[in-house]
Nanobody, 119 residues
Framework: QLVESGGGLVQPGGSLRLSCAAS????????IGWFRQAPGKEREGVSC????????NYADSAKGRFTISRDNAKNTVYLQIHSLKPEDTAVYYC??????????????WGQGTQVTVSS
């Protein structure tokens, strides 16, 4: 029900926009989070956008370079990443919860999109 796209190989300092498209659910009614998991590391929450008004939250590692947004007409959530660093290399996932942030279970997950930052 959630499909990520937009990942790829990018040089350090470059930018990417990841997309999370939904079918079967209306993203505006859910809190949508972006997560990432690097090889050998635990999954890390990066950012989320709340249901309805779309308040945004960012992990410290994402502040200043990551921007989460939602296009209700396209039923898609985006994660724009600027000034990419090698340590941003990971599989990026989007997920839907009752709301975010907060103690809510993420019930729907995408399959992930690989982001590799390398020269």
């Amino acid at each position: 029900q959630l499909v990520e796209s937009g990942g790829g190989l990018v040089q350090p300092g470059g930018s990417l926009r990841l997309s999370c498209a939904a079918s079967g659910i209306i993203l505006e009614y859910y809190g949508i989070g972006w997560f990432r998991q690097a090889p050998g590391k635990e999954r890390e929450g990066v950012s989320c956008i709340s249901r309805g008004e779309g308040s945004t939250n960012y992990a410290d590692s994402a502040k200043g370079r990551f921007t989460i947004s939602r296009d209700n007409a396209k039923n898609t959530v985006y994660l724009q990443i600027h000034s990419l660093k090698p340590e941003d290399t990971a599989v990026y996932y989007c997920a839907a919860a009752r709301n975010c942030p907060g103690p809510y279970e993420y019930d729907y997950w995408g399959q992930g999109t690989q982001v590799t930052v390398s020269s």
